[in-house]
């Protein structure tokens, strides 16, 4: 069994190198690691499958959401994604009939209110998200 695990690690390991980052495997290494050391305490076989497939789990669990919050924590925004948190005049009332209207560098935006509450022309909005082809705005006080 401890040839076994060896060769679930190493090809785990290298098929996360070959794929650069994409965190294809990662936790199979972690879980085979882990079951080699059992084997070398000579733990029974079934113990060993069983801590492989819980280790992997749990590593993938952990290792997932971590890696993309710091790996991939670093987007910056582009296209209409940058005018989310921009602040703007409304040239047309939002009513609950009617959509409003913002100019932002030099691109008129239909818009709504986030709260589906009127907001009067003139009005200085923010810019919270972007729906299709509006923009979802709240009313700065």
Avoid: H
Avoid at 65 to 85: E, F, H, M, Q, W
Avoid at 131 to 136: C, E, F, R
């Amino acid at each position: 069994m401890t040839l076994l695990w060896i060769i679930v690690a190493v090809g785990s390991i290298i098929i996360e190198l070959v794929t650069l980052g994409n965190l294809i495997c990662i936790w199979f290494s972690l879980g085979a690691l882990f079951s080699l050391v059992l084997s070398l305490l000579k733990v029974g076989e079934i113990i060993q499958y069983v801590a492989f497939f819980i280790v992997s789990i749990v590593a993938m669990l952990i290792i997932r959401p971590l890696a993309n919050k710091y790996l991939r924590g670093n987007t910056v925004p582009t296209n209409s994604d940058r005018l989310i948190g921009q602040k703007a005049q409304l040239l047309e009332p939002i009513n609950l009939n009617s959509w409003g209207k913002v100019s932002i560098s030099g691109v008129d935006w239909s818009c709504v209110s986030e709260d589906n509450s009127p907001i009067e022309k003139d009005a200085i909005v923010k810019i919270v998200a972007i729906d299709g082809a509006k923009l979802i705005v709240k009313k700065i006080d």
